[in-house]
Each structure stands twice: as C-alpha cells, then as structure tokens.
C-alpha cells in the first residue's frame, strides 16, 4: 500500500533559522497537505496543494508538490517559537476507497528562544 | 463556527471496562473520520462514514471497536472490552467530499 517517508523525524533549531521538511512516496498523489499540530490538541491545515509543481505560500509557511507528485517539501522562514510542534504531510489519492488520505509519521520541531 | 467537538478530552479507565468516545463533526460535513494516534504507528485511520454510512473500517483492529453514526451531527467509536494496548490519542476528523480534513481536539485514552 501507500506510504509516506517524511523526514527530518525531528529537528531543533535556533530561532530566526529557516527550517525544511519534506515528504516522499513511490506512489503517486493528488492531493498534498501539510498538517501543524501543537501539543494535546488535534492537527490543523496549514497549506493543501492541488497541482503537480504548485507552490503556496502561508505567511512564513512555503510548500511545494513535487512535478513527479510523488513528494513535497514545507519550508518554514525566520522560525519563532510558536513555531514548535509536530508537522505532518499527507497525501491523498482517488482510488479504491474514496478519498483516502496517507499521513507521514511527522517532523517534531523544537525552536530555542 | 464550532470545529470538530470531541469529548471526553481525556478518559482513564480499567482494563476490560466499555469505553465510548464521542463525536460531532462540523455542521454540514458529509465525511466523518475516526483516527487513532500513537507514537509508534503514527495516525492510522480506523473507519470512515459518507453521509452517516460506514465506507471503509479496514483499520478498525479488531472486534472490540465499533463505531456508529446514527445522524449527521453524531457519531461513537466504542471499545469493548478495553485493554492497555488501546491506550492513545483518538480523533475524530470532518469533511465536505473531497476537501481536507478538520480535526477535532481528540480524546486521549488510558487504559489501566
């Protein structure tokens, strides 16, 4: 079946670097979707991307889908700490059972005042 | 507008106790998700409804979990009897079609 690499599992950074993470599959995707989701609460949308090599940025929050559509990357500008929490990539796809959504395991970023 | 609204937020119980997690997605949402969350498998996807019919519960793990949806603004995920393994985080997640998914704060289960 359908699965996601996404890497880095973790990073910590120092506030005001750029961070970047990114999500890769051997199958093909629609759909991508980045997830946020802060501690004790449920994942939020931060940025869908509908189109092979489609670009979309949110405030400080960049992503891409990848021309293959087999990967995307987020990139996150001059980090803050609100920043800190778990990102998640998913890919969703159109076949057998509708709408079907694949998460990666998550990027768990820690940023030091 | 209210989001996706779980309760209880937090659940304790003992091993071979009935646990009901409940539901109420956001109004107007055709799609009702149940996930579940750990550390080791990530989120998995336990079943699904369209229009307050079951899809898909091929990630429902065994006979122990159920899961109805008697309307549209309600939906239980029971586990039955429970055990420590079935400790996590459980989510209920909402959509329209084929949009993305709103993720309601999730129930965090401990099984003793």
């Known amino acids: 079946g359908q699965q996601l690499n996404q890497s880095p599992q973790s990073m910590f950074i120092q506030e005001g670097e750029d961070v970047s993470m990114n999500c890769t599959s051997s199958?093909?995707?629609?759909?991508w979707l980045w997830y946020k989701q802060d501690p004790g609460e449920g994942p939020v949308l931060l940025i869908a991307?509908?189109?092979?090599?489609e670009l979309t940025s949110n405030g400080r929050l960049t992503a891409q889908f990848g021309i293959t559509r087999k990967d995307s990357f987020l990139n996150i500008s001059a980090s803050i700490p609100s920043d800190v929490g778990i990102y998640f990539c998913?890919?969703?796809?159109?076949?057998?059972?509708?709408?079907?959504?694949?998460f990666g395991k998550g990027t768990k970023l820690s940023v030091k005042p | 507008d209210a989001g996706v609204i779980q309760s209880p937020r937090h659940e304790v119980t003992e091993m071979g106790q009935e646990v009901t997690l409940r539901c109420k997605p956001i109004?107007?949402?055709?799609?009702l998700f149940w996930y579940r969350q750990t550390m080791m498998r990530g989120l998995e996807l336990l079943i699904y409804?369209?229009?307050?019919?079951?899809?898909?519960d091929s990630g429902m793990p065994e006979d122990r979990f159920s899961a109805k949806m008697p309307n549209a603004s309600f939906s239980t995920l029971k586990i039955q009897p429970s055990e420590p393994r079935d400790s996590a985080v459980y989510f209920c997640?909402?959509?329209?079609?084929?949009?993305?998914?709103?993720f309601g704060p999730g129930t965090r289960l401990t099984v003793l």
């Open positions: 997640a909402s959509s329209l079609a084929r949009d993305y998914r709103f």
């Open positions: 199958s093909i995707f629609n759909t």
């Open positions: 991307l509908y189109k092979a090599g």
């Open positions: 998913a890919g969703q796809y159109y076949g057998g059972s509708q709408g079907n959504l694949i």
């Open positions: 109004s107007g949402h055709d799609y």
């Open positions: 409804f369209n229009n307050n019919v079951p899809i898909d």
